[in-house]
């Protein structure tokens, strides 16, 4: 399997911890929004900031839906060199709590990268309509309160969407490579090599700063013929193991 420098890892260890701790205050900011939404529900409900609100909650709920760090999980072993770049290109099973989700660890990672981009404009408008609120001094308690976490959550989306953005990429990049996996069963080696199809397209994503928030943009990328043959003459039929030969010794 493919070697990874140190520095390379630590900047990857960096991602994960932060991706994990921006995912639990964002858990916690969720909890807080839960709580506001219900105990205003009835005299804020027909207010334009309150239906921002309660979007706001809605992909909330999508994004700690999505199993963001399930396909953590999966994704940095393979970052790591430790797991085979394949693993996460196959659909999950699918269970009967969740019949639907058979989609791959790679996949839902993108639609991860989605939801996060959309995500902004929901918060930028509730925070809009809260200060005219504010600035007629209606409510200031529950309009600082709201807006002190509208902005904590929009600081948590747009750092988790260069996280995630990133990740993408480079898992993107490692699934176009040539792999080799290790098999051993009953005290056998064998080792297994997968190439990418030449007929596949590959997502690449990027972050482009407009105006007041990080835009994601897709790209299709598709595997030219020439990376492929490369590949395939980087594991030809010469061993990179050598043998030496040693003299018979007599009995004699």
Same mark, same amino acid.
């Given at each position: 399997?493919?070697?990874?420098?140190?520095?390379?890892?630590?900047?990857?260890?960096?991602?994960?911890?932060?991706?994990?701790?921006?995912?639990?205050?964002?858990?916690?900011?969720?909890?807080?929004?839960?709580?506001?939404?219900?105990?205003?529900?009835?005299?804020?409900?027909?207010?334009?900031? $309150?239906?921002?609100?309660?979007?706001?909650?809605? =992909? %909330?709920?999508?994004?700690?839906?999505?199993? /963001? @760090?399930? *396909?953590?999980?999966?994704?940095?072993?393979?970052?790591?060199?430790?797991?085979?770049?394949?693993?996460?290109?196959?659909?999950?099973?699918q269970s009967k709590k969740k019949p639907v989700a058979?989609?791959?660890?790679?996949?839902?990672?993108?639609?991860?990268?989605?939801?996060?981009?959309?995500?902004?404009?929901?918060?930028?408008?509730?925070?809009?309509?809260?200060? $005219?609120?504010?600035?007629?001094?209606?409510?200031? =308690? %529950?309009?600082?309160?709201?807006?002190?976490? /509208? @902005?904590? *959550?929009r600081v948590l989306i747009q750092q988790m969407l260069?996280?995630?953005?990133?990740?993408?990429?480079?898992?993107?990049?490692?699934?176009?490579?040539?792999?080799?996996?290790?098999?051993?069963?009953?005290?056998?080696?064998?080792?297994?090599?997968?190439?990418?199809?030449?007929?596949?397209?590959?997502?690449?994503?990027?972050?482009?700063?407009?105006?007041?928030? $990080?835009?994601?943009?897709?790209?299709?990328?598709?595997?030219?013929?020439?990376?492929?043959?490369?590949?395939?003459?980087?594991?030809?039929?010469?061993?990179?193991?050598?043998?030496?030969?040693?003299?018979?010794?007599?009995?004699?």
């Amino acid at each position: 399997m493919p070697q990874r420098s140190e520095a390379g890892t630590a900047g990857e260890g960096d991602e994960e911890q932060r991706l994990r701790a921006a995912l639990c205050h964002l858990q916690a900011e969720a909890g807080v929004l839960e709580r506001l939404v219900y105990k205003h529900r009835n005299q804020h409900r027909g207010a334009a900031y $309150f239906q921002y609100l309660l979007k706001v909650r809605r =992909d %909330l709920k999508l994004l700690l839906g999505a199993g /963001l @760090a399930e *396909v953590l999980n999966a994704v940095f072993p393979v970052l790591a060199c430790r797991k085979p770049a394949n693993t996460i290109l196959v659909p999950n099973k699918q269970s009967k709590k969740k019949p639907v989700a058979n989609h791959s660890h790679h996949q839902r990672l993108l639609g991860v990268a989605r939801l996060l981009s959309q995500m902004s404009e929901p918060v930028m408008k509730a925070a809009i309509q809260i200060t $005219f609120l504010l600035a007629r001094s209606f409510f200031v =308690d %529950l309009c600082t309160a709201v807006l002190s976490l /509208l @902005a904590r *959550v929009r600081v948590l989306i747009q750092q988790m969407l260069l996280d995630v953005v990133s990740i993408y990429n480079k898992v993107t990049d490692l699934t176009e490579r040539k792999q080799a996996v290790k098999i051993s069963i009953s005290g056998v080696q064998a080792f297994r090599e997968y190439y990418p199809s030449m007929n596949d397209a590959c997502t690449v994503l990027e972050c482009v700063w407009i105006k007041d928030k $990080f835009v994601l943009h897709e790209k299709v990328k598709y595997i030219s013929q020439e990376n492929q043959v490369e590949n395939q003459k980087c594991c030809g039929p010469e061993s990179t193991v050598q043998y030496e030969t040693i003299a018979l010794i007599s009995e004699g």
